[in-house]
């Protein structure tokens, strides 16, 4: 996805492990988002940021905590891994302005075993 | 709360035909909705914006209309090809706020048969 990466793709841990996953983007936008996908609930979003340290909670945010030191990058991390947190997670970018779609990167799968 | 309801999770059309999907919402009142593409392993990909003062879009075979009154948006895809195979999501925009955050719905699996 042109702008957006995410890293890594896949990643299997443990219970109770720490885990980061990383959004990085080109495109110099204010917003950015992390969405976790699963089957029967569609995307839910957990954080979003709108500029450097400036972050927020969304509808799904517990065990998760976010940072955006620069604005190219917005770190997502797990802090104690659990089984109910394995899902895809979606990282998004947007314009400041209305009106504008999300760009969205190729996601992380992520299995907590 | 808030709840957006996609009409059913799979849709299977026949080649040629006019796909139509529906989103309905509640408790809700969006300036804008959205609808994204998503193809299995992929991330969602922004296809059609509609805002609260139009009932129609249109972009190439793609058509979305947006009843403010009813809740609701209809997707449609004209000429259905197999390559219009994939999830549907739609996403509702308050475009307000500190930060502009769509809600999605769950999605309409669509596939079309040759």
Known sequence: ?113 | SQKIEQNSEALNIQEGKTATLTCNYTNYSPAYLQWYRQDPGRGPVFLLLIRENEKEKRKERLKVTFDTTLKQSLFHITASQPADSATYLCALDPASGSARQLTFGSGTQLTVLP
């Open chain 1, 1 to 113: 996805d042109a702008g957006i990466t995410q890293s890594p793709r896949h990643k299997v841990t443990e219970t109770g492990t720490p885990v980061t996953l990383r959004c990085h983007q080109t495109e110099n936008h204010r917003y950015m988002y992390w969405y976790r996908q699963d089957p029967g609930h569609g995307l839910r979003l957990i954080h979003y940021s709108y500029g450097v340290k400036d972050t927020d909670k969304g509808e799904v945010s517990d065990g998760y905590s976010v940072s955006r030191s620069k604005t190219e990058d917005f770190l997502l991390t797990l802090e104690s891994a659990t089984s109910s947190q394995t899902s895809v997670y979606f990282c998004a970018i947007s314009e400041a302005m209305a009106g504008y779609g999300y760009t969205f990167g190729s996601g992380t799968r992520l299995t907590v075993v």
